[in-house]
């Protein structure tokens, strides 16, 4: 089956730690994307990258930091700079990045800091 | 810049009947037009999308919307909802020639009630 992974489901950071979201897809799509969604915001853009190698920051890129050396891969690591790291981080990807391209998403990844 | 309003955070309504989620969207140039469904924990997954051409979209589970370019809205609508349907929805633009970057609304919460 095609499609987006991402693990861990559920992840638990203590204050001062930096921790790596995977985001894994086989659809062979070149667009990938970060997403981090809190209760009543929506969600909010954090990277995305248009093909390996080579990405940009969304509205709210302090505190993450991401890498694409594959095209299948699209890691988010999220530091101890992030002051409230606490969401839900979705992961999504799309042929291109031309705007019509529909985004397919991954099941997400809960980060919680105790 | 371009926004999305969803202007409704909570739609309850009764099963069988009719409902309509409302989102209007500023921008200065022309936009691509995008309404995703989560379920519960999950990520997000395309109803349905309008590029240009016929103003009605229809999109999966007997969704659709309408585009009204000068009202700016792209309102989504299902004459008969079932219990499944419950779940968070979401209207996202994207603006032409600007690269694939969604701008999402804050989401309305559709639970249907038997």
């Known amino acids: 089956d095609g499609g987006i992974t991402q693990s861990p489901k559920y992840l638990f950071r203590k204050e001062g730690q930096n921790v790596t979201l995977s985001c894994e897809q086989n659809?062979?799509?070149?667009?990938m994307y970060w997403y981090r969604q809190d209760p009543g915001q929506g969600l909010r853009l954090i990277y995305y990258?248009?093909?390996?190698?080579?990405?940009q920051k969304g509205d709210i890129a302090e505190g993450y930091s991401v890498s694409r050396e594959k095209k299948e891969s699209f890691p988010l690591t999220v530091t101890s700079a992030q002051k409230n790291p606490t969401a839900f981080y979705l992961c999504?990807?799309?042929?291109?990045?031309?705007?019509?391209?529909?985004?397919?998403f991954g099941p997400g990844t809960r980060l919680t800091v105790l | 810049a371009q926004s999305v309003t969803q202007l409704d955070s909570q739609v309850p309504v009764f099963e069988e009947a009719p409902v309509e989620l409302r989102c209007n969207y500023s921008?200065?140039?022309?936009?691509?037009l995008f309404w995703y469904v989560q379920y519960p924990n999950q990520g997000l997954q395309l109803l349905l999308k309008?590029?240009?051409?016929?103003?009605l979209v229809k999109g999966i589970n007997g969704f659709e919307a309408e585009f009204n370019k000068s009202q700016t809205s792209f309102h989504l609508r299902k004459p008969s909802v079932h219990i499944s349907d419950t779940a968070e929805y979401f209207c996202?633009?994207?603006?032409?020639?600007?690269?694939?970057?969604?701008?999402f609304g804050q989401g309305t919460e559709l639970s249907v009630k038997p």
């Open positions: 921008s200065s140039v022309s936009v691509y």
């Open positions: 659809l062979n799509h070149d667009a």
């Open positions: 990258s248009q093909i390996v190698n080579d990405f």
């Open positions: 996202a633009v994207s603006e032409h020639n600007q690269g694939g970057k969604l701008i």
């Open positions: 999504a990807s799309s042929t291109q990045n031309t705007g019509a391209d529909t985004q397919y």
């Open positions: 309008y590029l240009s051409g016929s103003t």
